[in-house]
């Protein structure tokens, strides 16, 4: 049951008569339900109750707190077809959608949970005493990662559900051993509200201390602002626009105490198209790409914006295949009216450019598939072109030769994803193309569509600036936890002081590296 008030762990709040409501995306009307925003007093309430909280559950063990993540996954499947249905109406996207998104939120719960029951993630590493060594003898030093404190999320428009209240940045925080508190994205305030609901319920379930998670509804930038400045508050999640992302980062490297933050904040992901593979299946790859820029309506950190490709004849019948079948493709709902409203003005401002050519039909629909073609001089002068435009729209860059498709690579700015479209003969021919993406990128493709990401042990999901804010870290698999985290090392602490994980007898029977060495062995 929706709410409409602020979660503070296991209480609920309301201290203020201010309200904000979501919005039907299908018709723009104005929904029944009422979200109370949260006061200065309340957000210092949830981060206190956070701090307290982390003292107890920090020190958890993780099978407890994966018993805790595999309980929040079964409490989003029992609230059944109300999150879906209100996913798709806060969304505009079809309920089928989200029956698939609610299913990766709960495997990725799922996962972390086997991650914290394995153990091995907090990389232990011992280094026994030498205290023969000469000149200088070796102390005993053994390291781990340890969670670092209470976390900010702020949940993203386009994945109500994967990227947001019960989101994979909220499920890794809680793996690590770090209280969320999450702020509610404004366009999915009944979604959050249930979810938020599911999560407290959970952690009531399995024990967990009052205040390892909270959610508040905020009035815009200035709850944000006193989240992110709040000096209980040690790290920083955020998935949208580089604006906004960039906002945040920036406050927080202004506090007395800088903390980081992990924003994602969008990507163009090239994609390169040679010209032997488009020779032979030029009707495929277009097929696959006009679902992979159309999908969700666009609407996806990994679309493929930008296509670069050298001018031949291959090239020009792979542009009007894939023109042809994206505008097959109807227009669509956008996820809220900001959105929709950026995307036509960024669309038709794109498209006016007289050096612009418009490969599909001319439409003022909302979310309308677009294709436009330009050439690879006129990309290198404009540097506007290079830039996102969040929806269904991609730029095909045609480049003179190779040589000017290299140079179009180089100037290109950090992404989370670049894709390579190409026989193993081209492949062998273009290393220097590989090469390029691979500096510029988080993830390099080949042969297959961006849009899609596993969520698994291999995968990362970041990239270099502006694309994340720091590209050492995913915020997609299990090395999101990592985000979270911190060494400590101990020298020279008694056995049956140290932790488990770094204990000589291993008890948690895990993988560690002693002298140099990995092994699960204990330490006579």
């Not at 409490?75 to 996207?93: H, M, T, Y």
């Not at 295949?321 to 950026?342: C, G, H, R, T, Y």
Request: with cysteine.
């Amino acid at each position: 049951m929706i709410t409409g008030k602020n979660y503070i762990g296991f209480s609920k709040s309301v201290e203020s008569d201010t309200t904000v409501t979501s919005v039907n995306a299908f018709n723009g009307t104005v929904l029944e339900d009422n979200f109370f925003t949260a006061t200065s007093d309340e957000i210092d309430k949830s981060v206190a109750k956070a701090k307290n909280a982390f003292i107890i559950y920090s020190k958890f063990s993780g099978a407890k707190k994966a018993d805790f993540l595999d309980e929040i996954a079964k409490e989003l499947e029992s609230l059944g077809d109300e999150l879906v249905q209100r996913a798709s109406i806060e969304s505009g996207l079809p309920e089928g959608r989200f029956v698939g998104e609610r299913g990766r939120t709960t495997g990725q719960l799922r996962l972390f949970a086997s991650l914290l029951r394995d153990g091995n993630w907090v990389e232990s590493v011992i280094d026994t005493a030498l205290p023969d060594r000469e000149p200088i003898p070796r102390p005993d030093i053994r390291k781990m990662l340890i969670p670092i404190g209470p976390v900010v999320v702020f949940t993203a428009s386009n994945f109500p559900l994967a990227f947001s209240t019960a989101g994979g940045d909220t499920a890794s925080a809680l793996a690590s051993g770090c209280p969320v508190i999450v702020k509610a994205h404004e366009s999915h305030l009944g979604v959050n509200d249930l979810v938020a609901g599911a999560i407290i319920r959970a952690a009531q379930k399995t024990g967990m201390p009052d205040g390892v998670f909270s959610s508040l509804n905020g009035d815009g930038y200035s709850t944000g602002q006193n989240l992110v400045l709040h000096p209980g508050v040690k790290a920083v999640t955020f998935t949208g626009s580089f604006a906004g992302g960039k906002a945040i980062y920036d406050l927080a490297q202004n506090r007395e105490e800088p903390i980081p933050v992990f924003a994602e904040m969008g990507s163009v992901n090239p994609v390169v198209l040679l010209e032997e593979k488009l020779e032979k299946e030029a009707e495929e790859i277009a097929t696959l790409y006009a679902g992979s820029i159309t999908l969700g309506v666009g609407q996806f950190c990994t679309n493929p914006g930008l296509l670069f490709g050298v001018k031949s004849k291959s090239l020009d019948e792979f542009s009007a295949k894939l023109a042809e079948k994206m505008d097959e493709v109807s227009p669509s709902s956008m996820l809220n009216e900001k959105i929709a409203k950026n995307y036509s003005t960024q669309r038709n401002e794109l498209i006016s450019d007289n050096e612009i050519l418009l490969s599909t039909k001319e439409s003022s629909s909302v979310g309308v598939p677009t294709l436009a073609k330009t050439s690879g001089k006129k990309f290198l002068e404009n540097r506007k072109l290079h830039q996102e435009i969040f929806g269904p729209l991609s730029l095909l860059v045609e480049c003179e030769d190779t040589s000017e498709l290299e140079e179009v690579l180089s100037k290109l700015e950090g992404q989370l994803t670049g894709t390579i479209i190409g026989t193993d003969n081209d492949l062998i021919q273009h290393q220097k193309v590989i090469e390029l993406l691979e500096s510029k990128v988080g993830r390099l493709i080949f042969n297959a569509a961006p849009t899609g990401v596993e969520v698994s042990h291999a995968m990362n999901h970041g990239g270099p600036f502006p694309s994340t804010t720091d590209s050492r870290y995913t915020s997609v698999g299990t090395g999101a936890i990592k985000r979270f985290a911190r060494p400590i090392c101990y020298q020279g602490m008694p056995d049956s002081l140290l932790p488990d994980e770094l204990k000589n007898s291993n008890p948690m029977n895990i993988m560690r590296m002693i002298n140099g060495g990995f092994t699960k062995s204990s330490i006579e």
